[in-house]
């Protein structure tokens, strides 16, 4: 019995790297990896209770089989401890994976409409049963509008070079029009795409930079930031914003 839950325990150990890497080789889709790791989760869980059961049973009838036991007790906390973290973050922020700094009227995409392909999320800044703006608001309160007082042409310049330093893939930056001199226009676009370390999803990025006559020495720049997949995007999508705020502050 201690084997076999060994075996069982070293399986669960195996249910990340699994879901991982055949995701990341084509395997299959991620809705089959997220399966993958809970099962693998659920099955570590398993183990542990079982194998603290077996090692109280057998502690001194069968020494052997109690070492057994502890080990893949020991070899189950990995991916409980590795997978519920995750959990646990999904649970500490809503499930939702379109982040606007301006939740009336968000930015648009443009050239990344394209690139994104079939099968993923929508880009409209709406949820099913509920306001978006008012759970992303009350989730995070400090995502806003940024106010630099410096004029479009400087903004602009300054937050390219930002979303450069953050590791952003730029796919397209107009400001103006195409036949428009820059430090003459009233709006500018930014647009870029993150791909994650790890599981190396594709996130994309809009930054919208407007300024007005009445305001020439003001630029209000505004950031959307919406994951390719999945439903809960762990909150990384607004600590992306984020950084980006802090950086163009600094």
Known sequence: MSKLLNWFAVLSALGFPLALVGFRLGLYEFGTSF????????????????????????????????????IAVAIS??????????????????????????????????????????????LAYTIENGNLGEIQRNAYPDIKTITANIDIANAFDKAVFVADSLGWDIVNKNIGGKTVNKNQANEGIIEATQTTTLWQFKDDIVIRLRSNSQTPDATYIDLRSVSRIGQSDLGANAKRIQRFIDQFNS
């Open 77 to 122: 906390v990995i991916p409980i401890v590795g997978l519920g973290s995750q959990v646990f973050v999904a649970s500490s922020v809503p499930a939702i994976h379109n982040i606007s700094t301006d939740i009336v009227d968000p930015p648009q995409f443009r050239a990344i409409v394209d690139l994104r392909g079939a099968g993923t999320n929508p």
């Open 35 to 70: 399966k993958i790791l809970n099962y693998s989760f659920y099955l570590a869980v398993a183990v542990l209770l079982v194998g603290l059961v077996l090692f109280f049973v057998h502690r001194r009838s069968k020494p052997t089989s109690s070492r057994s036991a502890m």
